[in-house]
């Protein structure tokens, strides 16, 4: 059947919000351990004071939204999912969405694939993109830094790095309780930059074990949230985190996810300094720990490393 079950998502738990312009600031260090407490134990958060020009965003969504309205709309509520919408339905397998991608780099495709755009709308997505690469760049250095790695470690984990923009709207549903706008899962890649909607609500993360509502954007602020590879690289120190989109019975919204990914050849592996140290004796742990056991437990941990490379 094609019912939903989900466990209704809680109401009042306040997602992290980073003022990047703090980190120019007297508050560096208070915003830098926010940060990482935002990676570690969220695997989301917000951002302000980001540096995307607010005109640029605002020209981006009007464009998706009246795009979608003429081209788009119309041929959704006549396919096959939208027609055939009731207790059949295999919740499970489909998604109530209208969706394209937009690639960017390495290489980008054509957007005068996706019918009834134009030149403005191409223009503006590049402004856009290219706006957003700096700040993933930014966020990347600064988790680096965090995770106590080299400024450009993930940035040069990532190289070249993969951009893309999966444009997306999650038409008005009659019927949300047979199925998702978007089925739960993790992102694949590194560090994902939303731009939502600022009236509709449905984005949703899982967290100590309810689903957290993603409130509409507000202030300008864009919504980040980390991929499988960030997890991997921190040694699951930073977290990806599963979401879903819940469908809306009384409006659509607008997501435009754009993607600072690995490059497809890149090699991922934890980074080598936030492993465990391994491979040793636990006699030749106890004889160090005998004269240092007083000392830090991560230069500790970080010695006995050194001393089986």
Not at 281 to 293: C, E, I, M, Q, S
């Amino acid at each position: 059947m094609g019912c939903l079950s989900n466990e209704p998502a809680l109401e009042d738990m306040a997602i992290p919000v980073i003022n990047l312009r703090e980190l120019d600031g007297e508050r560096r260090t208070e915003t830098m351990s926010l940060l990482h407490e935002a990676c570690e134990k969220w695997g989301f958060f917000w951002v302000e004071n980001h540096g995307i020009n607010k005109a640029l965003m605002e020209k981006v969504k009007r464009l998706v939204n009246s795009h979608y309205e003429e081209f788009l709309k119309q041929s959704f509520y006549e396919s096959e999912l939208a027609k055939e919408l009731g207790p059949l339905t295999k919740a499970s397998e489909v998604d109530w969405q209208s969706t394209y991608f937009i690639r960017h780099q390495p290489e980008s495709n054509d957007v005068n694939d996706v019918p009834g755009h134009e030149i403005e709308f191409c223009k503006a997505m590049e402004g856009y993109i290219r706006q957003l690469i700096e700040l993933a760049e930014r966020l990347a250095e600064v988790m680096s830094e965090n995770l106590g790695l080299e400024k450009c470690y993930l940035k040069k984990a990532f190289s070249p790095p993969f951009v893309g923009a999966e444009v997306a709207k999650y038409p008005q549903c009659p019927h949300p309780e047979l199925v998702m706008g978007l089925r739960a899962r993790t992102d694949a890649g590194g560090i994902s930059l939303l731009l939502q909607d600022d009236m509709v609500p449905g984005l949703e993360f899982f967290k100590d074990g309810k689903w957290v509502p993603i409130t509409p954007a507000k202030d300008n602020r864009i919504f980040v949230n980390l991929g499988d590879q960030v997890e991997v690289i921190s040694n699951g120190l930073y977290k990806s985190i599963l979401h879903r989109v819940v469908a809306d019975k009384d409006g659509s919204r607008l997501s435009i996810a754009t993607f600072y990914n690995p490059g497809a050849n890149a090699i991922i592996s934890p980074a080598p300094k936030l492993l465990y140290p391994g491979g040793y004796r636990f006699k030749d742990y106890l004889d160090y720990y005998t004269g240092a056991k007083f000392s830090d437990k991560g230069a500790r941990f970080q010695t006995i490393k050194d001393m089986f490379k």
